[in-house]
């Protein structure tokens, strides 16, 4: 573990270092925003599952107003021109809207909440959605920092993509404590060990 917290404070002294902490203040923005706001960015949470945060970008721009206002058909409709499960995801997206309604921002539970009543939410999804509303005690593990943990030897490789719920606390806890030494929270450390991967900051 010592070798990734001289990586990260490393890179905490390189000017990525501002590009992360302006991220985390759009994310922490949300706290003050509308309601409107908030299921957007739930939206797109369901739109990156199995895709990506680039491609999630253009198709919640592209749908528009209509995850508010539209049938089920409609948002099927939009999706279909630029996204590829748009059957799935368009149910989806119309269901959120009533369970959202629902979901009670102060619980203890509130990630599992959402993964129990929001279809198309895992754990992953669940905790993307909090970070970027700017929640950042939950730590989103995707197969890029798998990959890291891996190669440096914090985890064995996984037998299987798809994590339990156990097994990803099982990570998570890992994770919690790179950012207990890092004097990073668990939302900022993603966008570290995201950019050490792919060399993007993203969302």
């Not at 409609?74 to 149910?91: M, N, P, W």
């Not at 990570?171 to 030494?181: A, D, G, P, T, Y």
Request: charged residues 35%.
């Amino acid at each position: 573990m010592r070798t990734v917290i001289d990586l990260i404070e490393k890179l905490k002294k390189d000017k990525i270092s501002e590009t992360i902490k302006d991220r985390m203040k759009e994310f922490y923005s949300f706290r003050k925003k509308s309601l409107e706001d908030i299921f957007r960015e739930l939206v797109f949470c369901i739109l990156t599952a199995g895709t990506s945060a680039e491609l999630g970008i253009k198709t919640i721009n592209h749908l528009g107003d209509t995850i508010f206002e539209g049938t089920q058909e409609d948002i099927q409709k939009k999706l279909k021109e630029v996204y590829r499960f748009h059957t799935l995801r368009a149910g989806y997206i119309y269901l959120a809207r009533e369970a959202f309604s629902e979901i009670d921002f102060s619980s203890k539970t509130l990630r599992e909440d959402l993964v129990k009543k929001i279809k198309g939410l895992g754990m992953k999804e669940s905790s993307h959605f909090l970070r970027n509303v700017g929640l950042d005690d939950f730590a989103i593990i995707d197969f890029h920092i798998v990959d890291f943990l891996v190669k440096h030897k914090l985890i064995q490789p996984l037998r299987s993509k798809s994590l339990t719920p156990k097994k990803y606390l099982e990570i998570e806890s890992i994770l919690r404590e790179i950012s207990k030494r890092s004097k990073l929270s668990l939302g900022e450390l993603d966008l570290y060990l995201w950019y050490f991967e792919t060399g993007k900051v993203l969302k």
